[in-house]
C-alpha cells in the first residue's frame, strides 16, 4: 500500500542552492526536479513528443534500463520569452536520474531520527505503480487537486497525513496513519481515520472507508531515501514500488522548532508566528489542559532552583481539568523536584493567574518537603494543537510542546 496518491499534473518545486560540492551535482539535480514540475494549472495536460524543443542537454540513455511506469508529465517555463517543453520519454530519463544523483548524494544521514522530516511537504512528482491498494486507487484522478503529506514523529501519537486540498474555499480531505520509526530510514504506518473538513460545514464528514476491516490493506512502509540538509526535498520510496518527490511547505510553526533546534533567530521566529495567527487569541484554561514539555525560555540563568520548578522554566508542565498545575524537573534518573498549584483565568481572555503554593524534592520512595509561595501573571501569546508561546509579568517568554492529549 502506498502512503500517497498518485497526481498527474505536480506543482513548482522552489529548490535552494547549496554551498558545497553538491551545489555543482545535487544542485543540479535538483534542478532538473524543478524544471520537470510544471506550474499548476488545473487542468491535466500531457505533450505529444516532440512538441517543442528541448532547452537542456541531452542524455545518453544506457542500453539496458528498468523499466518505471511513469506518468507522463508537460512541463513549461517561460524564460526570456522562450518555452520550454518535455516529451514522455525526456521527462522520465531526467526525473530518474535526477532521483538517483540525489539518492547517491546521501543527504542527511538516519533521515527519520531529524527534526528536518516532520512538517508539511507537497507533492511535486511521483511515479505510478502496476498496483494500487484501495486506499490509493480512491486518490487517482485527483489532477485538480494539491497533495501533502505531514509528517509527525515526536509526539505521544506518531502520526503520518495525506491531505488533498480541494481548494481554500472548499476545504480538505485528511487521511491518518499511526506511525512507528522502524529504523533510521523507514517508517511503518497503517491507516486509521479520515474526514473531509470543508468549508461549509461546521463539522467533520466522515471519510467512508473502513480501515479495520481492510487489515493488511491499511498498512505499508515509507522509505525516506533522501533528505535534503536544508529539510526542503525529499525523496521517498513505498511498499508497492512508488517513488515520491516533496517539498517542504515551511510554515511558521516549523522555522520556530527549527530555529529552536540550532539556537538562534528564536524570538524572530516568536514573533513571525505571533502575526500568522490573524484571530485574537481567545483562551480558557480548558485549552491550555494536557502535558506540556518547555522547549526554549528567554531567560532562566540566575534563578534558585525552586524559583526555576515554581516558573516552569525546565522539565513539563502538566494542566489538569480544574486548573491544577504541576511542574516537575527531572535533575537525575529518580531525583525529581515538583511544584504545584493553580491557573485561574482573570478578566482578560488570554490572561491567567498562576499561584504555585508547595512542592517535593523526591528521590526514590525518599520524598521531602518544599516550601514556596509564588505567584505571577501568564499571557497567551499564542496556542495550537502542538504549540504554546506565553509571557510572564517578569517578561520571559516561554515555548511549550504539547505531549501528551488533554487530560
Request: proline content about 6%; glycine content about 6%.
Amino acid at each position: 500500500m502506498h502512503l500517497l496518491p498518485v497526481v498527474r499534473n505536480p506543482t513548482p518545486a522552489l529548490l535552494p542552492r547549496r554551498k558545497s560540492t553538491e551545489m555543482a551535482v545535487g544542485g543540479a539535480a535538483a534542478a532538473r526536479l524543478a524544471l520537470l514540475a510544471p506550474p499548476f494549472s488545473g487542468r491535466s495536460t500531457l505533450l505529444q513528443p516532440s512538441t517543442c524543443r528541448v532547452l537542456m542537454p541531452r542524455v545518453q540513455k544506457p542500453r539496458r534500463r528498468r523499466r518505471t511506469s511513469l506518468r507522463p508529465i508537460s512541463s513549461s517555463l517561460v524564460e526570456e520569452g522562450q518555452q520550454l517543453c518535455f516529451s514522455d520519454p525526456e521527462a522520465a530519463l531526467d526525473v530518474e536520474l535526477a532521483v538517483q544523483t540525489l539518492e547517491n548524494l546521501g543527504g542527511v544521514p538516519d533521515p527519520t531520527s531529524s527534526s528536518l522530516i516532520e512538517g508539511r511537504w507537497q507533492l511535486i512528482f511521483t511515479t505510478r505503480p502496476g498496483t494500487a491498494s484501495p486506499i490509493q486507487r480512491t486518490f487517482v484522478g485527483v489532477d485538480f487537486f494539491k497533495i501533502f503529506q505531514e509528517v509527525y514523529l515526536r509526539t505521544d501519537d506518531p502520526r503520518v497525513s495525506n491531505i488533498v486540498k480541494f481548494s481554500d474555499a472548499v476545504g480538505e480531505l485528511k487521511v491518518e496513519a499511526a506511525a512507528t520509526i522502524k529504523d533510521g530510514k523507514r517508517i511503518l504506518f497503517q491507516f486509521d481515520r479520515a474526514a473531509f473538513s470543508l468549508k461549509f460545514l461546521p463539522f467533520k464528514v466522515p471519510y467512508p472507508v473502513p480501515f479495520r476491516l481492510l487489515g493488511d490493506e491499511a498498512k505499508g512502509w515509507l522509505d525516506t531515501t533522501y533528505l535534503s540538509h536544508t529539510g526542503n526535498i525529499r525523496i521517498s520510496r513505498g511498499n508497492k514500488g512508488t517513488t515520491f518527490v516533496l517539498q517542504k511547505k515551511i510554515e511558521p510553526r516549523q522555522r520556530l522548532l527549527s530555529a529552536i533546534s540550532v539556537g538562534t533567530r528564536v524570538k524572530e521566529m516568536i514573533d513571525e508566528l505571533i502575526s500568522s495567527n490573524q484571530e485574537e487569541v481567545k483562551a480558557n484554561s480548558e485549552i491550555l489542559e494536557g502535558e506540556w514539555q518547555l522547549l526554549w525560555a528567554s531567560q532562566s540563568e540566575n534563578e534558585s532552583w525552586s524559583s526555576v520548578v515554581a516558573s516552569g522554566l525546565k522539565g513539563f508542565q502538566i494542566i489538569k481539568k480544574d486548573g491544577m498545575v504541576e511542574n516537575q524537573i527531572n535533575l537525575l534518573p529518580g531525583l525529581r523536584i515538583c511544584a504545584n498549584g493553580t491557573l485561574c483565568e482573570t478578566s482578560e481572555s488570554n490572561l491567567f493567574v498562576v499561584q504555585m503554593n508547595d512542592g517535593v524534592v523526591s528521590f526514590g520512595a525518599l520524598k521531602l518537603p518544599l516550601k514556596m509561595e509564588v505567584i505571577f501573571h501568564l499571557e497567551l501569546l499564542y496556542i495550537d494543537n502542538k504549540i504554546r508561546i506565553t509571557r510572564s509579568n517578569k517578561d520571559m517568554t516561554l515555548v511549550h510542546l504539547r505531549v501528551t492529549r488533554p487530560c
